[in-house]
């Protein structure tokens, strides 16, 4: 995060990051399709097999864990849609129990 003294210096882009900040990061640059927190990136990292980031190479730093941002942010910004899917609708919704125009 700019001014947290561990960004690289070539774009101002943060070296090391943890669980808040890649949240905090990817949900501003539109790499995921609704906000996401900091448990829902843990999740991903814990699950999905092509998280970049091995475990034994996550840093403690404090009470916090931290690793490259750079290959997370390609694995954001490449991967492709997953998660929930969209809020299903209403059971009442659309089944024409209102006024019908004629």
């Given at each position: ?6 960004e ?27 906000p ?38 390609r ?28």
């Amino acid at each position: 995060m700019p001014g947290n003294g561990s960004e690289t210096p070539e774009r101002g882009e943060p070296a090391l990051v943890t669980f808040t900040q890649i949240a905090q990061l990817v949900t501003e640059r539109g790499y995921v399709s609704r906000p996401i927190t900091r448990q829902g990136v843990r999740y991903i990292a814990d699950h999905d097999p092509d998280w970049p980031v091995p475990k034994d190479q996550w840093m403690k730093l404090g009470n916090a864990l931290v690793m490259p941002w750079p290959p997370v942010e390609r694995f954001f910004r490449e991967r492709t849609r997953r998660g929930r899917g969209p809020a299903e609708k209403n059971a009442d919704e659309g089944t024409g129990t209102g006024s019908a125009e004629t």
